[in-house]
Structures are given as C-alpha cells and as structure tokens.
C-alpha cells in the first residue's frame, strides 16, 4: 500500500498543474451540480478527502460554515492554498494526510464528499470506512467518481488502458460494487445522479506523463473499442477525425446511520 502511494503521489506531483487546469477538474455547472445534490446546510463542517486542487472544498465553500481539503500529495496541496488567499477564504483551510487514516475524531463532520478519486485507491472500502467514521449520524457521504461497467469482462478492459495512461488508476469501480461499499459502511444510499465525462482521447493522454509505448497502447485500445464496443466508454472519431470517448461517471450520496440502524 505505501508502495501504491507513492506511485501517487509521483504521479500527482508531476501532473499537478495540468490537473489542476483541466476543464473536466475545474467545471463550475458539475461542481455546482455537485454542491446541489448533496445539499449542505449553511451551517455544515465539510471535509473533502483528496482534495487536490481545491475546486470542490471552494465551492462547498462559499455555502457553508467550514470546509478542510485535505490530500496526501503536496504539490497540488500548494495550487489550492494560493487559490485560497487569492480568494480570500477565510472559512477553508487545506491539510497534508492520507485519507485511509483521516486525521480527525469521530463523527466530526456533518459532509465528508470526494470527487474523482475512488479510482485511485487500491482498498476503497477503507477509505469509505474512514469518511464515514469522521460523519456524524445522520450525515452525509458523498462520493462522484468514473464507473465501470458491472460486466466484469468490460470493467477489466476500461481499466486495462486506464491503467497503461496513468499508473497511479487502481480500478474504476462499477455501481453495484459502490453501493455494496456504502452499505458495508453504514451509508444508506440517498440518491446516485449518473452522468458522463466527454474525453478527448489526445489531450486526455498527454494530461499525464505516460510513456510514447504505453500512450500508443491506450489509444489503440480506444480505437479497437470504437470498433468492437468493449468497455462501455463508447469511443467514436467525431467530424474532424478526432478519437473522443465517454468516462462514465456516478455521484452516490449516503446517510450515516446510527448503530441501530446498522
């Protein structure tokens, strides 16, 4: 596991600029969207696990009492601190830790929420274990990630070129196995909002510092798709001859529920 967080936080480091300047990570109407579903009061405490650049922490921000972003990588840590003052955020402040050991008590938070992270963990369930562990009873999880598709043939297929582009993607996970993961931590599911990421398969390639080999790999794994419908992303070249796909990708919300209700 430190192995796999290294491979992390290198791969992180490296792309943490051009993470953080990605119109996927930075679109105000999904992070809105987000901030809608979820639906905190004014008077929330919300933590953000794997924060990243900070987008999602800002915008729970600037609807309730306290947001904490924290991640395990610094670099990315350093891009959301100056987003931060350059603002003038008085009410969010960002941390250095893991989230498979949140460094906070018990039933701290009134939303703990994560975005576009889940892939990267090689043991999801601790680290949903963990969010739910800091939320109070009767708060809320919410997690918004890719999914993959619950044929385990196609899933193995996504992941395989996922993994080729950037080392650090553990697996995208399917729907059934999110909702397994929230009932094994006592999240009962409020709602879950699907939608899909557009990629273009050339820039979302060079978004990360992959090899020549395995980049031409990847993306004559999207044009076989195209061709054979083998992972559910349903690549396509549009117009212009460009290769484009489809992430999919699923916002869970679930209530924390109190021991008798476990």
């Not at 820039?203 to 993306?219: I, M």
Request: aromatic residues 8%; contains cysteine.
């Amino acid at each position: 596991m430190q192995q796999f967080d290294k491979v992390v936080r290198e791969s992180f480091t490296a792309q943490a600029a051009g993470y953080a300047g990605s119109a996927v990570i930075s679109h105000a109407e999904r992070l809105a969207r987000l901030v809608r579903i979820v639906n905190p009061s004014p008077s929330s405490r919300v933590l953000e696990v794997a924060t990243g650049p900070g987008y999602v922490a800002e915008a729970f921000a600037a609807v309730c009492h306290e947001v904490i972003g924290l991640d395990m990588t610094r670099a990315p840590l350093e891009i959301a601190e100056r987003r931060r003052r350059e603002r003038g955020l008085t009410n969010l402040h960002f941390e250095l830790g893991n989230g498979r050991q949140l460094p906070f008590g018990n039933d701290t938070f009134n939303v703990v929420v994560c975005r576009y992270s889940f892939h990267h963990f090689p043991n999801p369930a601790e680290i949903l274990a963990e969010m739910g562990r800091v939320c109070r009873v009767d708060g809320l999880v919410a997690v918004e990630d890719m999914v993959a598709s619950d044929f385990s043939d196609r899933a193995a297929y996504h992941n395989r070129f996922e993994r080729l582009r950037d080392p650090s993607h553990a697996e995208s996970l399917p729907f059934s196995r999110f909702i397994a993961l929230f009932t094994s931590a006592g999240l009962e599911i409020e709602s879950i909002t699907s939608s899909s990421l557009p990629q273009d398969a050339d820039e979302w390639l060079g978004r990360v510092p992959a090899s020549d080999a395995q980049q031409a790999e990847a993306r004559a794994m999207i044009e076989r798709d195209a061709r054979e419908d083998l992972s559910g992303t349903r690549p396509f070249f549009d117009e212009s001859g460009r290769l484009q796909f489809h992430q999919r990708t699923a916002i869970f919300v679930g209530r924390k529920l109190g021991r008798a209700g476990v």
